[in-house]
């Protein structure tokens, strides 16, 4: 979570490439222990680009006490962060099955006191909320290119089948949930343009899913015929020149 943040925040700042590395080790405390017996209990120290890092994770605190204290009546009207979000319900899908409760804090040198967030059962009604769908549109076809394959959806509970990601022309990624049955036709379309046709379901914050029915090859476009048979249709009603001069680009 604090190196997804972090990366957005160093674009935010005009790093080109950002990285999120900010050094983050376990560190043993007295006797040499990384890990108190009870509850599970770790330090983990910033040890690199600390002014970024540090200002990651009071992102994170900051998103985790919100979620909590909004106990499933989320303000929609917010911009969440949507990677943030994500990554936030695959620990709260391990909290629930396991029935833990985490507790994240930061505290520099020099503080008063740590920066506190507390998650449990509160915070993970308030994911829900944020990933209930709000509308579904049947007969959707999209265009992209299939750009990932994975046995299931880090941000789905459950949903049969395996999943894909389809990132459109315009950088626009939906997931895309197949059929069990629909392997062997899938496998060989990784990494080319496709067509997938399906049930498009949309969320407040999780990216956009396709159920596919179907997908194929993207066919080959011949933009200058098709061009040509616009014109065609306008002939009757456009002047030589007019046509003239939209062919030409003017």
Known sequence: MVVG???????QRGVAFPDGDFGLEIVAGTGGRAVRPGSVWSPVAITANSEVGVLAAQEVIRTLDQLEREEGVVDFSQQWDRDL????????RIQKRDKLELEVS??????PGPMVATFGAAGIASIHALQTPTFEVDGLSIYGKLVELLDRDPAEEGGKGFWGELRRDNGESWRVQFRPADVDKVTPLFRKQVLVSGTGVYYRVASPKIVADSISVDSERDYESAFEEMLGNYRDVMSADALQRLREGE
């Not at 930061?106 to 503080?111: E, L, S, V, Y």
């Open 106 to 111: 930061i505290q520099r040198p020099g503080d």
């Open 85 to 92: 979000i994500r990554r936030v319900s695959r620990v709260a």
């Open 5 to 11: 943040v972090g990366k957005k925040i160093q674009r």
